[in-house]
């Protein structure tokens, strides 16, 4: 089993920074790609980005140039750095992992319980 934690949300007012964390534990062989989606009330959960162990990264274009995805990969740990922050950023913000439990089959994904980001006007 794999669990994934985050942490790093709260609630910040438009213009400011957070930086939210993503920490994977359990048995685990690798890790493949890891991500960052969230979900704003009413609406369905989306992409914001994501990076592959390789570190090749993928943005929403709402977020190209104010957030900054990385990852530890000996920590299996991935980080999110939002800057330049705006009220629709607002939402439940979730990581999640492509993991190998094995050295053979394929990764299974795997979700965190979600941390909550809300940007005030």
């Known amino acids: 089993q794999v669990h994934l934690v985050e942490s790093g949300g709260g609630l910040v007012q438009t213009g400011g920074s957070l930086r939210l964390s993503c920490a994977a534990s359990?048995?685990?062989?690798?890790?493949?790609?890891m991500g960052w989606y969230r979900q704003a009330p009413g609406k369905q959960r989306e992409l914001v980005a994501s990076?592959?162990?390789?570190?090749?990264?993928t943005y929403a274009g709402s977020v190209q140039v104010r957030f900054t995805i990385s990852r530890d990969t000996a920590k299996n740990t991935v980080y999110l750095q939002m800057n330049s922050l705006l009220p629709e950023d607002t939402g439940v913000y979730y990581c999640?992992?492509?993991?190998?439990?094995?050295?053979?089959?394929?990764?299974?994904?795997?979700w965190g319980q979600g941390t909550q980001v809300t940007v005030s006007s």
């Open positions: 359990g048995s685990i062989f690798g890790i493949d790609a």
């Open positions: 990076i592959s162990r390789g570190g090749s990264t």
């Open positions: 999640n992992a492509a993991a190998r439990l094995g050295p053979a089959g394929p990764p299974y994904v795997y």
